[in-house]
């Protein structure tokens, strides 16, 4: 705006403008197209350090960082041509020699080839994305050796607990007359089924959070369960717990095999797990389609446990519900990754005394 226009809108609103320029906290300017400043308030001064004189005696691009001085020139280019600028950011350099940053409002006028400006000091907000940034860096450097000690750790104690398992599986115990050595024996291998499915938790939820591409297959959901029953067949003989299965409305589903595998290795050893202490352990498994979508049922007669109370933490991290010694809260936290990292949901519902019931909608058909 010229001094003839700024002039004439004062006479017309019987207002000054000059308290909205001198007075304002943002910095205004205006500039020529010729690259010179031709006013600037005094906040532009108090930033940058200079004498209104000294920011109208030197090109702008004099006190611009020297690393911004060309994509501010190829950015002011559109500028000159009529078309405004909004939220251009580039560093300027304070008489004191410290770097500030400004974002910028520009809007041309052509015909009197100049330009309104507005800046806003965002050097403090840049300090902060910077400070972030490496902490960013830093923690990200920390997981990633910490998620691999915790891989190696996992994966060397899985082959040691592998050969304790083989030995059990070899030992005739038929032959041991004494009853309590039974007994620890029976302990022990129970404990080694349970150690082995806590570190294949722990891999998987590793593995989850690095895979980037996650193969997808027509797979057999019967196939799935066997894979799973016979990997713990032990410990769903010794807990006595029977399967209904119906798969008639769909027998397969486009998944990754290897995910599906967690998820009813997960349910099904946590519905082990939370037996009701009065009745052997059902677990029912049938699928539906509802909505054009594939849907998976699985529900169980367990504890169960206050869903409704729960819901915002059912699928965390390190989220348990009953004082269990086995419990990590790592199993429903991989169920959920899984089917939600493919396009999916679940929801849970469950009742102390009664069960739970987990309702998973695949992606598509």
């Not at 004439?8 to 197209?33: R, V």
């Not at 083989?166 to 029976?186: A, W």
Request: aromatic letters at 10%.
């Amino acid at each position: 705006m010229t001094s003839e226009n700024s002039t004439a809108l004062e006479a017309q609103t019987n207002y000054s403008l000059a308290p909205f320029f001198d007075l304002s906290h943002d910095l205004l300017c205006i500039a020529g197209f010729d690259g010179y400043f031709r006013r600037v308030n005094p906040a532009v001064c108090e930033v940058l350090g200079y004498s209104e004189e000294e920011l109208l005696s030197k090109p702008i691009s004099h006190f611009q960082h020297p690393d911004d001085k060309e994509i501010t020139r190829r950015t002011r280019e559109p500028i000159l041509h009529g078309k405004p600028l909004t939220n251009f950011e580039n560093r300027y350099i304070t008489k004191k020699g410290e770097v500030v940053w400004f974002s910028w409002t520009s809007i041309p006028v052509n015909d009197e080839e100049l330009i309104y400006a507005i800046a806003k000091n965002v050097t403090h907000k840049k300090k902060q994305e910077a400070e972030r940034n490496q902490l960013l860096s830093e923690s990200s450097k920390n997981n990633s050796r910490l998620t691999q000690l915790n891989y190696n750790t996992s994966h060397d104690l899985r082959a040691p607990v592998g050969n304790l398992i083989s030995i059990f599986s070899l030992m005739d115990i038929s032959h041991i007359t004494d009853e309590q050595t039974r007994v620890f024996i029976g302990m022990l291998k129970k404990s080694a089924d349970n150690l082995k499915v806590t570190l294949d938790n722990y891999v998987d939820s590793l593995k989850s959070q690095d895979s980037r591409f996650i193969g997808l297959v027509d797979t057999k959901i019967m196939d799935v369960i066997d894979t799973i029953r016979l990997t713990i067949d032990s410990l769903i003989k010794d807990s006595k717990t029977t399967f209904r299965i119906d798969l008639d409305a769909y027998d397969s589903v486009n998944f990754n095999p290897k995910y599906l595998e967690s998820i009813f290795l997960n349910l099904i050893t946590n519905s082990i797990k939370y037996a009701h202490p009065d009745r052997d352990p059902v677990i029912t498994i049938k699928t539906r389609f509802a909505d054009g979508k594939k849907r998976l049922i699985f529900s169980d007669n367990g504890i169960g446990f206050d869903s409704e109370k729960q819901k915002e933490n059912v699928f965390g991290l390190n989220q348990t519900f009953h004082e269990n010694r086995d419990s990590k809260g790592i199993g429903l936290y991989l169920v959920y990754n899984h089917i939600t990292n493919l396009g999916g949901r679940i929801t849970v519902e469950s009742i102390v005394d009664q069960g739970t019931t987990f309702e998973l909608t695949f992606r598509g058909l």
